[in-house]
C-alpha cells in the first residue's frame, strides 16, 4: 500500500508566525491531496483539496489566506498555517488518494501547538 | 443533515476479552461504509470497507457488519490485545467528492492487562 509520510510530525510555535507542514506520497504520485484537521474528541475535518499544477479548493468556512496550500510535485503538498493563533491549535492530516476505488492513505498527521 | 453517530464514546475492556463498537449513521446517498483505526498521535489507518450490499467483513481479528436498512454498522473485535487501544473511527461516504465523507467522532478503547 501507499506510505505518506508527513514533516515534522509536531511542532511548537509563538503566536503571529508561519508554520509549514509537508506531505509526501512515498510510493505513486499523487495529482491531489486531501488536508485535514482533527481537534481533541472531533471528528476529522476536511479543510481543502490541493492540486498540482492548479490552485488549491477549499471547503466553507476554510480561509485560504491564512492556510496556505502548494501542490508543488506530484509527491509533495504543503500546508502553510500562517500568522498562527492558538486557536489554529490542532492536529493536521494529509490524505492521498489511492489508486483504487475508495482506497485512501492518511498521512501520520502533524501536531500543532501554538503558544 | 448527514451525520454519523458512534457509541460508545469510550470503551476500557480487559486483554482477551471481545467487544463491539457501534456506528448509526444518517447519509444520503450511501456509497460505503469505511472503519479506520487511529492510535494515538497518528493519522487514521483502514480496516474495513463495506458497499451497501455487503453486510459483513473482516480484516483478522475485526468483523464489521452493515445493515443498510437501519443504517448501522457495528465493529466487533475478538480476542482483545493490548496494541489494540486506539480510536475507531467510523467514515460513511455520500459518494462523488472528498467532502463527501462524513466520518464520526471516534469509540477511544483502551486494553487493560
Known amino acids: 500500500g501507499a506510505v505518506v509520510s508527513q514533516h515534522p510530525s509536531w511542532v511548537i510555535c509563538k503566536s503571529g508566525t508561519s508554520v509549514k507542514i509537508e506531505c509526501r506520497s512515498l510510493d505513486f504520485q499523487a495529482t491531489t491531496m486531501f488536508w485535514y484537521r482533527q481537534f481533541p474528541k472531533q471528528s476529522l475535518m476536511l479543510m481543502a483539496t490541493?492540486?498540482?499544477?492548479?490552485?488549491?479548493?477549499?471547503e466553507q468556512g476554510v480561509e485560504k489566506d491564512k492556510f496556505l496550500i502548494n501542490h508543488a510535485s506530484l509527491t509533495l503538498s504543503t500546508l502553510t498555517v500562517t500568522s498562527a493563533h492558538p486557536e489554529d491549535s490542532s492536529f493536521y492530516i494529509c490524505?492521498?488518494?489511492?489508486?483504487?476505488?475508495?482506497?485512501?492513505?492518511f498521512g501520520p498527521g502533524t501536531r500543532l501547538t501554538v503558544l | 443533515k448527514n451525520q454519523v453517530e458512534q457509541s460508545p464514546q469510550s470503551l476500557i475492556i480487559l486483554e482477551g476479552k471481545n467487544c463491539t463498537l457501534q456506528?448509526?449513521?444518517?447519509?444520503?446517498?450511501?456509497?460505503?461504509l469505511r472503519w479506520y483505526k487511529q492510535d494515538t498521535g497518528r493519522g487514521p489507518v483502514s480496516l474495513t470497507i463495506m458497499t451497501f450490499s455487503e453486510n459483513t467483513k473482516s480484516n483478522g481479528r475485526y468483523t464489521a457488519t452493515l445493515d443498510a436498512d437501519t443504517k448501522q454498522s457495528s465493529l466487533h473485535i475478538t480476542a482483545s490485545q493490548l496494541s489494540d487501544s486506539a480510536s475507531y473511527i467510523c467514515v460513511v461516504s455520500a459518494g462523488g467528492s472528498q467532502g463527501n465523507l462524513i466520518f464520526g467522532k471516534g469509540t477511544k478503547l483502551s486494553v487493560k492487562p
Open positions: 456506528c448509526n449513521y444518517t447519509v444520503s446517498p450511501f456509497s460505503n
Open positions: 490524505c492521498v488518494p489511492g489508486q483504487g476505488a475508495d482506497t485512501q492513505y
Open positions: 490541493s492540486n498540482e499544477g492548479s490552485k488549491a479548493t477549499y
